[in-house]
């Protein structure tokens, strides 16, 4: 049998127990409500969120062998270091021939100048050998009316005037021939000379594109490339990630948007730091929408078994540079 005199105490700690748990949760729920009320409601959290940052992809612009590979994964970079090298000799050949053909171009150019006072100079003569013609021939009509001159020697002479005036036809021609490669133009505009310095300018760029510098600041990824390989143009080389350009993808239920505006600060913690370390932002971004209406297959709501689901809108948080 029990003793009624000993469960009569303890059910009177029991009850205070109850009680004084009941006031702690009390305390408690009231003051959550008033965080809340003052402080809490103007805040929303979400832990779906990551960090991003462009990756820059480093590609070649000519085709080649490769000879020399100046960073490996993790290596930080500056902008302008030389990451690969190419065998430079099939360029420095091609070099070559643009800046020879340039300078044959030139040449040709000069002498079609020099070429016209030629042709004017023969234009004159055929001109005065025409004058000299019709002259003979004046005479020789005048002669003919006396008798002191055949009219066989006058065939001679008119026959002369039709060759004369051939001749000059003919020189005026080249002339004008010659002369349509030079108006309006110099030697160092004219097309033909401006076509060979441009084969140079591509040639010399092919030349200097076998060195493949580092385009941004950052950390060497996804280093693929490996010497002696022949690559080509648009070839993934490497990757360069700029830490100075991450981002934090943080997505929110719909629900939690309501007053969410660009330009609002924001208060981050990372999994690697937890709770000690506190980054500082601003929001910078709207998503147009959800991950899943950007998806390979997206949802057809209009097919009547629809489900309402929350959905999550992403929204960009840029990181202040301290």
């Given at each position: 049998m029990e003793?009624?005199?000993?469960?009569?105490?303890?059910?009177?700690?029991?009850?205070?127990?109850?009680?004084?748990?009941?006031?702690?949760?009390?305390?408690?729920?009231?003051a959550y409500g008033v965080y809340w009320a003052l402080h809490g409601r103007f805040y929303q959290s979400t832990d779906d969120a990551y960090v991003a940052g462009n990756v820059v992809q480093v590609t070649p612009q000519v085709a080649g062998t490769v000879v020399s590979i100046g960073a490996d994964d993790t290596d930080f970079v500056r902008a302008g270091d030389n990451l690969v090298l190419l065998d430079k000799s099939d360029a420095k050949v091609a070099l070559e021939q643009a800046e020879a053909?340039?300078?044959?171009?030139?040449?040709?150019?000069?002498?079609?100048?020099?070429?016209?006072?030629?042709?004017?100079?023969?234009?004159?003569?055929?001109?005065?050998?025409?004058?000299?013609?019709?002259?003979?021939?004046?005479?020789?009509?005048?002669?003919?009316r006396t008798g002191a001159v055949s009219y066989e020697e006058l065939n001679h002479a008119e026959t002369a005037v039709k060759s004369a005036k051939a001749d000059l036809l003919a020189a005026q021609q080249k002339l004008s021939t010659n002369q349509a490669f030079t108006n309006n133009t110099r030697v160092d505009n004219h097309p033909a000379v401006l076509q060979a310095a441009a084969k140079v300018h591509e040639a010399?760029?092919?030349?200097?594109?076998?060195?493949?510098?580092?385009?941004?600041?950052?950390?060497?990824?996804?280093?693929?490339?490996?010497?002696?390989?022949?690559?080509?143009?648009?070839?993934?080389?490497?990757?360069?990630?700029?830490?100075?350009?991450?981002?934090?993808?943080?997505?929110?239920?719909?629900?939690?948007?309501?007053d969410m505006r660009i330009g609002q600060p924001v208060t981050l913690e990372a999994d690697i730091y937890g709770g000690k370390v506190e980054y500082h932002g601003r929001i910078v971004g709207l998503a147009a929408g959800t991950g899943s209406a950007f998806s390979l297959l997206p949802a057809q709501n209009a097919t009547g078994n629809w489900i309402k689901v929350v959905q999550r809108v992403p929204l960009k948080v840029q990181l202040d540079p301290e």
């Open positions: 003793n009624t005199n000993d469960t009569a105490p303890n059910n009177g700690k029991r009850k205070k127990a109850m009680l004084t748990a009941g006031a702690i949760f009390a305390v408690l729920g009231v053909a340039l300078g044959q171009t030139v040449r040709q150019v000069r002498s079609m100048f020099v070429t016209n006072a030629a042709l004017a100079a023969n234009v004159e003569l055929a001109q005065s050998q025409l004058a000299k013609a019709e002259a003979d021939l004046n005479r020789r009509r005048d002669l003919t010399y760029l092919a030349y200097q594109r076998a060195a493949i510098p580092a385009p941004i600041n950052g950390l060497v990824a996804k280093r693929s490339v490996q010497v002696g390989q022949r690559v080509a143009p648009g070839n993934p080389l490497m990757a360069i990630v700029p830490l100075d350009q991450v981002w934090v993808d943080a997505n929110f239920k719909e629900g939690q948007l309501a």
